[in-house]
């Protein structure tokens, strides 16, 4: 069993949450909207994880990302569609939910800390995820440079009590990993989100696990 002053944080998207398609949709539609060409849903894999903006930059054509304020224009065009588009498809990956649960029923906190911004990091926990208390959820805001930056971390595992050496990070990519290993928590890679084994491997991960009922086995609940 776990120990009692262990702490599981999570990434949101692609680890806790299938949202690649409405992500994918809300960009396309944004760039077809501007007469852009759209993007397969597979390449959002690859656009995702380091924040909202980033993801935009990413989509949009090589000859318009130099340009910060056509990159901030549609930035804020996205998000107005993601904000109409955000729940049509995101739903929890299968087994999520037994992983939850079976966290709960041990008693172990929960916490999430993504790179979504925080309004919409919120909203999906609220609707998409409402039957589990969490006890501390961070999306992307001001409040602390986004991840791999530690600090929304360790600011997790001090509104727990708990040691990050103590503290399972659980996320699907590369940033995940080093937010983690940068917080001194042990890092765990799950291959049902939007990464490869080798970018996970790559940036530190402790411990790989290719579905949720692995990830129960390996910790202990």
């Known amino acids: 069993m776990l120990e009692p002053r262990t702490a599981v944080i999570f990434d949101l998207d692609g680890t806790l949450l299938d949202t690649i398609d409405d992500l994918a949709d809300s960009m396309n539609h944004v760039l077809l909207e501007n007469a852009l060409p759209a993007h397969p849903v597979d390449a959002y894999f690859h656009f995702i994880g380091n ?18 304020e056509q990159v901030a224009r549609f930035t804020e065009a996205f998000r107005i569609a993601y904000d109409a588009r955000w729940n049509r498809k995101s739903k929890p990956y299968p087994g999520i939910p037994e992983v939850l649960d079976s966290l709960v029923a041990a008693g172990i906190p929960m916490a999430i800390c993504s790179n979504k911004p925080d309004p919409f990091t919120q909203k999906c926990v609220a609707e998409l995820l409402p039957r589990w208390k969490f006890d501390c959820v961070l999306g992307q805001s001001d409040a602390f440079p986004r991840k791999p930056d530690p600090s929304s971390t360790l600011h997790i595992t001090t509104t727990l009590g708990i040691a990050p050496a103590e503290t399972w990070f659980i996320g699907d990519s590369g940033v995940d990993m080093q937010t983690a290993s940068a917080a001194g928590a042990k890092a765990v890679g799950v291959l049902w989100g939007f990464r490869s084994d080798s970018e996970l491997r790559e940036n530190g991960a402790s411990h790989i696990v290719t579905t949720p009922a692995e990830l129960r086995e390996l910790l202990s609940v």
Do not use: D, F
């Open 51 to 68: 924040g909202m903006a980033k993801l935009v930059e990413r989509a949009l054509p090589e000859s318009i990302r130099s340009n910060s």
